[in-house]
């Protein structure tokens, strides 16, 4: 049995959790996320302020993810802690704390890429959301659709070429005077109207075409640019906003799941795998899962999303990771440094 402490401050979540376990049998043992409801006022995440507010609630955060599990730091096996990608200055609370913890215990650091633990965070509540499986990661910053045939190998199929799923989501919200972050506001929205009711709205799903093959560079790709652009257009068209507001809003989004179930069905079936695993904030949208399930689960597939919390951005996740790379032999040293992008580790194959 290993305990792990995980922490995560590359955004706007400062988060901490205790997990303990071997392989994958993990349980976890507490998660304390402090969200930064700040940058509400902004309509987007600023940096410096971002900075400033991990650095007030790192001790706290982690004090009482610790006394949650009923912990004490001698009890800690090793500290992860994510280390790329996210915001600089953000990430190096985060990572000098964990470091400055690891020394005065004498304990390793292991450096944990954010997106990879996405990738762990359903295992933690679902026991079979486990290699091999299709991942689909969706929030605010990234789309990205990977095959993980098993934990540590990671084959990106595609991603975004230009807004992430969330950012669509939250763009659109704007168009729509609705709050930031957007994507809840429109699913809610979207929920009070009906495909009947859309139907004059219908956007063209991108980058979805029937004579698309595997090997074309498109294939898994998506796009949401054009998407949002032309729901500027229908905002802009309607003589009636307050009418028209939640249709568009249905529209979009069916757009938006369209495209993510049917580039997410290519890849589950291009390499067999009978599992999806979705993450990251857009996860948290129930029309998603509900329709991959609803359209994939006849024919074979189960669609496995997390709740919420681990969803979103949050320190279970990276422990999760960290105890696979710990239980690998992986230790970094206490130079470990933060970085805005970088590769996920493990990556076997880029396509397209
Ligand atoms: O993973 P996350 O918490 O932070 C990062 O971006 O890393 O994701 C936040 C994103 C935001 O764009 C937000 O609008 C979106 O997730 N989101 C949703 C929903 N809840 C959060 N998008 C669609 N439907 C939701 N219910
Ligand atoms: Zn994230």
Redesign the pocket.
Known sequence: MTRILGIETS?DETSASVIEGSGDDVAMQSLVILSQDVHRVFGGVVPEIASRQHLTAIVPVVTRALADADSSLDAIDAVAVTNAPGLVGALLVGVSYAKALAFARDVPVIGVHHMEGHLFATSLEHADAVPPFTALLV????TLLIDVEHWGSYRILGATRDDAA??A??KVAKMLGLPY????P??RLAGESNPEEARPFRFTRPMVRGDQQLGDPDYFDVSFSGLKTAVLNAVRASTDIERDRRAIARAFQDAMIDTLVEKSWRAARSFGRQRIVLG???A??RALANTMRDRLGPLGVSVFAPTPRL???NAAMIARAGLFHFERGVRDSLSLNAYASMPIPGTVQVVG
């Open positions: 955004c929030s605010g910053g990234h969330g950012e989501f939250d972050p957007g994507g809840r429109i699913e990251g904030g857009v948290c949208n969803a979103t951005d």
